[in-house]
């Protein structure tokens, strides 16, 4: 993914994070002043239950028809206990219904009011109010107002409970917020660097690379004319074709040349050319590139025909890499390079050849291995440092893989291609990458 | 009862005289008909011309890149034996072009023997 786009996604991640702690909040905090509305519901019984006991001592003192006052009190009541058990709206103000915890407070509280609400009408149907059947009905009501109250206390109770949580929740997501924040400030921060670094190694990269593949273009025009040269001199002088320094000549073209297409491979698009090739025949021209010190010896397997589709000449810069590394690597010691070859006589359509070049080492330290293959990463004083990389774009680009290991004390280069190269699997090279 | 021998003409274009030289005389040498061009500007006319066999052309080249020469080759002779002499300067795109035009090869500075004799006698045979 595109740094850009990860800096994108990540603050579209923190808003959605902001924007969904602040909903959580606000529902959270709306849930609550609902509460706050249901409560003030179950205070008003208190009211309303004092204004009917009001009523029914004002017909104990003054002879006057109370009747339909009190019938409008309890009607208000018993809306405002029903209202309280299912909720609703009054006066514009949402009320939710009662939660289903306090279901036997409100079955106290409605009880209660019923046994009022009868011992009432039967004092008003009755027309013989006395001071002792009204106290007998206040006690009624004081119940009926304790029964109120206390419902009203759990549910304040049961408000400033979620008010703290809600507070908690608040902390809880602030903190998150601002914790995510940070991490996403540093990881930003992170990319941000990486990605400007990137841009500014790729562009001076962008710049090497054409200069070294305009460079290694123009070197192959002269290494070219020297070529045609040392040719024209050999067929006018047909004895100098197997002179020593002849041969010296022609092989440090071909090292020249070589290390000009390590480049070429690594920073143009290149197309593979892709013929029927007898492997072992590249492995023995990859060989003759090098001049194999006689510290070392090599083996080799013998040449044949049998043939595999392949680039030859991407090949033969593979091998003579691999070879030039395995001279590098064992130095000044005593040592031994041995190519394989594995079921050299089985060359059935879709399989794969192996072909091992190994070394007698030092072997590649465990740290060093994933590197190998990596651009710009040699340990040698010679190369340009691409020339493991380059070889396994080639060996990718036919469909191929190599690895590296140690195995007994020796270093194993493994490289396996198919041996019918398949064009519509095979990779494309990279265009201008650095 | 001798067979006639025709010569197998070659057709050399290529903006960097001493390797058009070099490589003229390397060709003149092995018997085979040759004509230089230092740029393409004139080269469907001289190829008209000259009719050779086989074309060797160099890629990154000043007025007309090779490119282009080849198409423009190509265009007046299809069954021109165009090898372009510098591969690299090639993107893929101009590649899977030229290829499906029938570009007969690539071949890379420096020319090795082995190959250019491989390359001299596939396209030459009939006529040695």
Redesign the interface.
């Known amino acids: 993914m595109m740094p850009l786009h990860s800096v994108v996604l990540l603050v579209g991640i923190q808003i959605m994070l902001i924007s969904a702690s602040f909903s959580i909040l606000i529902y959270a905090e709306a849930q609550n002043a609902l509460n706050g509305n249901l409560i003030n519901i179950v205070g008003k019984n208190r009211l309303l239950a004092n204004t009917i006991q009001l009523e029914l001592n004002r017909a104990l003192f003054h002879d006057y028809d109370v009747h339909q006052h009190i019938d409008i009190a309890i009607t208000n009541m018993e809306n405002n206990i029903h209202i309280v058990k299912n909720g609703g709206i009054i006066d514009d103000v949402e009320i939710p219904p009662l939660p289903p915890e306090f279901d036997s407070d409100y079955d106290i509280l409605y009880m209660k009011f019923m046994l009022y609400k009868s011992m009432v009408y039967e004092l008003l149907e009755s027309r013989d109010l006395d001071f002792d059947s009204v106290e007998g009905a206040d006690v009624v009501n004081k119940a009926l107002i304790d029964a109120s109250d206390s419902l009203t206390e759990k549910l304040g109770h049961n408000s400033e409970t979620i008010a703290v949580q809600n507070m908690f929740l608040q902390i809880l997501l602030g903190s998150t917020n601002i914790v995510i924040l940070i991490i996403m400030v540093i990881f930003m921060w992170r990319i941000i660097k990486k990605y400007t670094a990137q841009t500014i190694r790729t562009e001076k990269f962008e710049v090497i690379g054409k200069f070294a593949s305009m460079m290694a273009h123009d070197i192959r025009n002269p290494l070219g004319s020297l070529r045609n040269s040392i040719e024209i001199i050999q067929r006018s002088n047909p004895s100098l074709s197997t002179d020593n320094e002849m041969v010296r000549i022609n092989r440090s073209i071909k090292r020249i040349s070589h290390q000009v297409e390590g480049v070429l491979n690594y920073v143009r698009a290149v197309p593979l050319i892709v013929n029927k090739e007898s492997i072992t025949s590249i492995l023995h021209r990859s060989a003759y590139m090098m001049t194999i010190p006689e510290n070392i010896t090599i083996t080799l397997p013998d040449e044949d025909d049998s043939t595999i589709e392949c680039d030859a000449e991407k090949l033969e810069f593979v091998f003579v890499n691999l070879l030039l590394n395995a001279v590098q690597a064992i130095g000044d010691d005593t040592g031994r390079i041995n190519v394989k070859i594995s079921d050299k006589n089985n060359y059935e359509p879709d399989n794969y050849i192996t072909i091992t070049i190994e070394n007698s080492g030092p072997t590649i330290p465990d740290e060093v291995i994933p590197h190998v293959f990596e651009p710009m990463f040699t340990t040698k004083m010679q190369g340009t440092g691409l020339g493991l990389t380059s070889s396994k774009n080639i060996i990718e680009l036919h469909n191929g893989a190599i690895s590296v290991s140690n195995a007994d004390g020796m270093v194993l280069f493994i490289v396996r291609i198919p041996k019918v190269y398949n064009k519509k699997r095979g990779g494309t090279y990279r265009k201008g990458k650095v | 009862m001798t067979k006639a021998v025709k010569k197998c003409r070659i057709l050399i274009i290529d903006d960097?005289s001493?390797?058009l030289e070099?490589?003229h005389?390397?060709l003149m040498?092995d018997g085979y008909d040759v004509l230089t061009l230092p740029d393409g500007t004139d080269a469907v006319k001289q190829y008209g011309e000259f009719k050779p066999d086989i074309v060797f052309l160099d890629v990154?080249m000043p007025n007309i890149s090779g490119y282009d020469v080849f198409l423009r080759l190509k265009a007046h002779s299809p069954d021109a034996k165009i090898y372009f002499?510098?591969?690299?300067?090639?993107?893929?795109e101009e590649?899977?072009v030229a290829?499906s035009q029938s570009l007969a090869?690539?071949i890379?500075?420096?020319?090795?023997?082995s190959v250019l004799r491989k390359v001299l006698d596939s396209i030459c045979q009939d006529h040695s």
């Open positions: 960097d001493d390797f070099s490589l005389l390397r040498m990154r002499t510098s591969g690299y300067a090639l993107d893929e590649y899977a290829r090869g690539i890379t500075k420096p020319i090795d023997s």
